[in-house]
């Protein structure tokens, strides 16, 4: 894994087990996976690999530089997240997506749409399928972002969209949740 800005103070839980590299030597890999950076100066000081690797990108910005030069691209700008974008194709690859991913991934996507505010009607039913997969992290989910809202009102949204039921009725589509007045 590499972050050409380092791991962010909120992630860094995220990351535990996980190696991050400071200047990945692309020569050791048949394949370089570049998510949510349209561009080779947007994760600068790496650079296009110049050998005989393949380059995949997954990302939700407008196409660039890295686009026109990968091998394989999912790109899709009216997604919410790239997470989301990373989601899709785990599950269209039938791959194994354990508690500790889906938080990763719902972090991705929370953060990324503003707690869903800026999310499409697929990123919601992204994120509500990734909710019931975090099997009982709501807590380490919600600690990801401590110092912007109450816990409480933290632990209300994260439980309110796990208890969501999507509707889709012609152009509509209608979330509805529960919560209780001690969440």
Request: glycine letters at 6%.
């Amino acid at each position: 894994v590499y972050l050409p800005d380092g791991v962010a103070s909120a992630a860094k839980p995220l990351c535990s087990g996980d190696e991050v590299r400071e200047a990945p030597d692309t020569t050791a890999y048949d394949a370089v996976v570049v998510v949510d950076a349209p561009s080779w100066e947007r994760i600068d000081p790496f650079s296009q690999p110049s050998h005989d690797v393949s380059t995949v990108l997954i990302d939700h910005h407008t196409t660039g530089t890295i686009y026109a030069d990968a091998d394989a691209a999912v790109v899709d700008t009216d997604a919410g997240a790239t997470a989301e974008l990373v989601y899709a194709v785990m599950t269209s690859a039938e791959w194994t997506i354990d508690a500790e991913t889906a938080v990763r991934l719902l972090a991705g996507v929370l953060d990324d749409t503003e707690f869903l505010q800026d999310a499409r009607t697929e990123t919601i039913e992204r994120a509500v399928e990734l909710f019931k997969r975090i099997g009982g992290m709501e807590s380490t989910l919600a600690s990801l972002f401590e110092g912007e809202s109450p816990a409480g009102e933290r632990m209300a949204r994260v439980k309110g969209v796990n208890r969501a039921n999507i509707f889709a009725a012609d152009s509509w589509s209608i979330a509805t949740t529960r919560i209780g007045a001690h969440e």
